[in-house]
């Protein structure tokens, strides 16, 4: 009995064994295999040397070999046509992107959420910028929708939604501390925007928009279905003025009484993308096609159609008045609306560009699933022009 029990153990180590072998067999071929296709791509992309092809490899690459010569190269290239960096993603978890990219005032830093903490990026080098581990706190619970700076760049205001209503916070910029917050019952706060003197904050949800002075504890809400976009604009008399956008629709609020001052709607079938940071344009967009409606006249500006995809974002820099538009083939395009006239182009990522943001002096930063870069416009547009 006990040397049939011992062949037993032995014919079930040896099978044990023999199992093991092949698994490793196995993984040691598919290893080879997929080595063998990675040099074979690598090859390829560097044959090429095209940004197209070295997108093309980093898309079907996952830790790689040569994923860092390829980002490498890809870089190099992208230079060439105004690239200015990558944001760092090092710090942040597996997996977590990028969102709600915005340039403080002087252009210098780059805000923005990296899974569901805020931080700060220096927008020539990419490289991250310390603050205060403990500033900045969201709240448990409570997920970060929208951030905007003071006109000053001393204050951060954010819209935050969670399980029972939104909130509104305001923070200082350099240590993170918490200036100020308020709740907004039932609805998520989607967008926020501070009045060009700084001292109000708008805000829209789903059903209402409204202003909110942190200094002195005001708060106004007006009821506003379907709102979508807010910026500020002055009147004439200097007075500012909330514009919102919804559906064809460009309403103006007065900032100190949320009342109604003008409401127009403008003739197009396309869809509502959202407003210019400055509220001046409005912008409507249907496949390739993006529409720019002046929201003070309630005038078409520009009819830009020369696109290679869908239109997925786009932003206005101010000093020029150039139009930075993003599609969902991943490219980067730089219109002048003055004359319609298309400045440039760029290939900036694998996937949709799924942000855009625009600085006051002549960058921009794009956000896809692959990266978070900055480019220089006026570099962009003398590449393109080579």
Same mark, same amino acid.
């Given at each position: 009995?006990?040397?049939?029990?011992?062949?037993?153990?032995?014919?079930?180590? %040896?099978?044990?064994?023999?199992?093991?072998?092949?698994?490793?067999?196995v993984?040691?071929?598919?290893?080879?295999?997929?080595?063998?296709?990675?040099?074979?791509?690598?090859?390829?992309?560097?044959?090429?040397?095209?940004?197209?092809?070295?997108?093309?490899?980093?898309?079907?690459?996952?830790?790689?070999?040569?994923?860092?010569?390829?980002?490498?190269?890809l870089?190099?290239l992208?230079?060439?046509r105004?690239?200015v960096?990558?944001?760092?993603r090092?710090?942040?978890?597996?997996?977590?992107?990028?969102?709600?990219?915005?340039?403080s005032?002087? %252009?210098?830093?780059?805000?923005?959420?990296?899974g569901?903490?805020?931080?700060?990026?220096d927008?020539?080098t990419?490289?991250?910028?310390?603050?205060?581990k403990?500033?900045?706190?969201?709240?448990? %619970?409570?997920?970060?929708?929208?951030?905007?700076?003071?006109?000053?760049?001393?204050r951060?205001?954010?819209?935050?939604s969670?399980h029972?209503g939104?909130?509104?916070?305001?923070?200082?910029?350099?240590?993170?501390?918490?200036?100020?917050?308020?709740?907004?019952e039932?609805?998520?706060?989607?967008?926020?925007?501070?009045?060009p003197?700084?001292?109000?904050?708008?805000?829209?949800?789903?059903?209402?928009?409204?202003?909110?002075?942190?200094?002195?504890?005001?708060f106004?809400?007006?009821?506003?279905?379907?709102?979508?976009?807010?910026?500020?604009?002055?009147?004439?008399?200097?007075?500012?003025?909330?514009?919102?956008?919804?559906?064809?629709?460009?309403?103006?609020?007065?900032?100190?009484?949320?009342?109604?001052?003008?409401?127009s709607?403008?003739?197009?079938?396309?869809?509502?993308?959202?407003?210019?940071?400055?509220?001046?344009?409005?912008?409507?967009?249907?496949?390739?096609?993006?529409e720019l409606w002046?929201?003070?006249?309630?005038?078409?500006?520009?009819?830009?159609?020369?696109h290679?995809?869908e239109?997925?974002?786009?932003?206005?820099?101010?000093?020029?008045?150039?139009?930075?538009?993003?599609?969902?083939?991943?490219?980067l395009?730089?219109?002048?609306?003055?004359?319609?006239?298309?400045?440039?182009?760029?290939?900036?990522?694998?996937?949709s560009?799924?942000?855009?943001?625009c600085?006051?002096?002549?960058k921009?930063?794009?956000?896809?699933?692959?990266?978070?870069?900055?480019?220089?416009?006026?570099?962009?547009r003398?590449?393109?022009?080579?």
């Open positions: 009995m006990n040397a049939l029990l011992s062949f037993i153990q032995k014919l079930l180590i %040896g099978l044990f064994v023999l199992g093991l072998a092949v698994l490793v067999l993984a040691l071929i598919r290893y080879q295999s997929d080595e063998g296709e990675d040099r074979k791509s690598w090859k390829q992309a560097k044959t090429q040397n095209t940004i197209e092809g070295y997108l093309d490899y980093l898309r079907d690459c996952q830790a790689c070999p040569h994923e860092q010569d390829a980002e490498k190269a870089d190099q992208q230079r060439q105004g690239l960096a990558r944001l760092e090092t710090h942040l978890p597996p997996r977590a992107g990028i969102a709600l990219p915005i340039f005032p002087d %252009g210098r830093d780059i805000l923005a959420v990296g569901t903490s805020l931080y700060f990026w927008s020539t990419g490289r991250r910028l310390i603050r205060d403990n500033g900045f706190q969201t709240r448990g %619970g409570r997920y970060l929708e929208a951030l905007a700076y003071s006109p000053d760049g001393l951060i205001a954010a819209g935050m969670g029972e939104g909130y509104l916070v305001l923070w200082d910029q350099k240590t993170g501390e918490l200036l100020a917050d308020y709740a907004v039932w609805y998520d706060v989607k967008s926020v925007a501070f009045s003197d700084g001292k109000s904050v708008g805000w829209i949800a789903r059903g209402p928009a409204g202003i909110w002075e942190p200094g002195s504890g005001k106004l809400r007006a009821t506003h279905e379907g709102s979508d976009a807010l910026a500020f604009v002055r009147r004439d008399d200097g007075k500012p003025l909330l514009v919102t956008a919804s559906g064809r629709e460009v309403w103006f609020w007065d900032a100190a009484s949320m009342e109604i001052a003008k409401q709607e403008l003739n197009t079938d396309r869809s509502l993308l959202g407003l210019s940071q400055d509220g001046f344009l409005v912008a409507f967009r249907e496949g390739p096609v993006l002046d929201t003070r006249s309630g005038t078409l500006i520009a009819s830009l159609g020369d290679d995809s239109i997925a974002g786009f932003c206005r820099e101010s000093r020029k008045g150039w139009i930075a538009v993003g599609t969902k083939s991943g490219n395009y730089l219109w002048d609306i003055a004359e319609a006239k298309k400045l440039g182009s760029v290939l900036a990522h694998e996937g560009i799924e942000q855009i943001a600085s006051r002096q002549g921009v930063v794009t956000v896809g699933w692959d990266a978070a870069k900055v480019w220089d416009l006026e570099k962009l003398h590449a393109s022009q080579e």
